[in-house]
């Protein structure tokens, strides 16, 4: 079946700009995640949606960073004001409500120049 | 001092060798335990679980100490094809709900013939 989904693969920007990412995670899945892998590093978490809401946002760096699932599936992070620091692979994960395994999709590699 | 520490690596061992890899984690609320593997420019992908009474799956053992917070995993006649970063990856469970992964940085294998 079909695995999770991001778009786009590669996003390239100005420092400044806005950039919206987008994640459709594995159908059914109830619970989504964001991460942020920067060169060198593991994963580091953003926020976790269940369902439509945000359970845990701790990870957001600072306002910037926005995340939303309106409709509980597809979720879309939003980063304003792009900053060269913000570079860095965006994974999205999904899983079923419960402790299960967290799939990943392939990320979106974004550059801020 | 991070979360989640590794043994920084790269391991470079020939076909055939045994290599073992350590993981500390400093939250002693740590409930769940994994092993992830990630090839270059890919997504996490989970390897195995690792339970307190150890497992095996293969040519790969995982061991969790609780009392030492310690995680290892062992792989055994190591194929070309093990060549990946490994990642060390704990779970903080609160009441039974989900909750996001703390990866460690990884440690990279390079299996060479």
């Known amino acids: 079946g079909a695995g999770v989904s991001q778009t786009p693969s590669n996003k390239v920007t100005e420092k400044g700009k806005y950039v919206e990412l987008r994640c459709d995670p594995i159908?059914?899945?109830?619970?989504l995640y964001w991460y942020r892998q920067s060169l060198g590093q593991g994963p580091e978490f953003l926020i976790y949606?269940?369902?439509?809401?945000?359970?845990?946002d701790s990870g957001l760096p600072n306002d910037r960073f926005f995340a939303v699932r309106p409709e509980g599936s597809v979720s879309t992070l939003k980063i304003q004001r792009t900053e060269r620091g913000d570079s860095a692979v965006y994974l999205c994960?999904?899983?079923?409500?419960?402790?299960?395994?967290?799939?990943f999709g392939p990320g979106t590699r974004l550059t801020v120049l | 001092r991070k979360e989640v520490e590794q043994d920084p690596g790269p391991f470079n061992v020939p076909e055939g060798a045994t290599v073992a890899f350590n993981c500390t984690y400093s939250?002693?609320?740590?409930?769940?335990f994994f092993w992830y593997r990630q090839d270059c420019r890919k997504e996490p992908k989970l390897l195995m679980s690792?339970?307190?009474s150890g497992n095996e799956d293969g040519r790969f053992t995982a061991q969790l100490n609780r009392a030492s917070q310690y995680i290892s995993l062992l792989i055994r006649d190591s194929k070309l094809s093990d060549s990946a970063t490994y990642l060390c990856?704990?779970?903080?469970?609160?009441?039974?709900?989900?909750?996001?992964?703390?990866f460690g940085k990884g440690t990279k294998l390079s299996v060479k013939p």
């Open positions: 994960a999904s899983s079923l409500a419960g402790p299960n395994e967290q799939f």
């Open positions: 159908s059914g899945h109830t619970a």
């Open positions: 949606f269940q369902g439509t809401g945000a359970a845990d």
């Open positions: 939250n002693s609320a740590s409930q769940s």
């Open positions: 690792v339970y307190s």
């Open positions: 990856v704990v779970k903080l469970n609160y009441g039974g709900s989900q909750g996001n992964l703390i």
